[in-house]
């Protein structure tokens, strides 16, 4: 099993700055493709970022040019870096990781618990 650890949401002021960490743990043979998604209540799931094992980003439009996705693969962790927030990234935000757990084997997604991020003056 994989176990997906998220921190770092909370309350800021328009045009503050957030960093969310996600902390992949347990029976980890290799990670994949690494992202953040966001959910508001009544709406689906949309991708916020991703990077892949090799470092390649892709970004949601809305995000691009504030937020910053990175990683560190020997911790198996994935950060978002999100500046000049603005009200409407307010709701929750949730890591998904896609990893295997021994060589050559099947890949499965995983998902954090989701962390609230609330931009508001």
């Known amino acids: 099993q994989v176990q997906l650890v998220e921190s770092g949401g909370g309350l800021v002021q328009p045009g503050g700055s957030l960093r969310l960490s996600c902390a992949a743990s347990?029976?980890?043979?290799?990670?994949?493709?690494m992202a953040w998604f966001r959910q508001a209540p009544g709406n689906q799931r949309e991708l916020v970022a991703a990077?892949?094992?090799?470092?390649?980003?892709n970004y949601a439009d809305s995000v691009k040019g504030r937020f910053t996705i990175s990683r560190d693969n020997a911790k198996n962790t994935v950060y978002l870096q999100m500046n000049s927030l603005k009200p409407e990234d307010t709701t929750v935000y949730y890591c998904?990781?896609?990893?295997?757990?021994?060589?050559?084997?099947?890949?499965?997604?995983?998902w954090g618990q989701g962390t609230q991020v609330t931009v508001s003056s």
């Open positions: 990077i892949t094992s090799g470092g390649s980003t």
């Open positions: 998904n990781v896609n990893a295997n757990h021994y060589r050559l084997g099947p890949m499965y997604d995983y």
């Open positions: 347990g029976s980890i043979f290799s990670v994949n493709d």
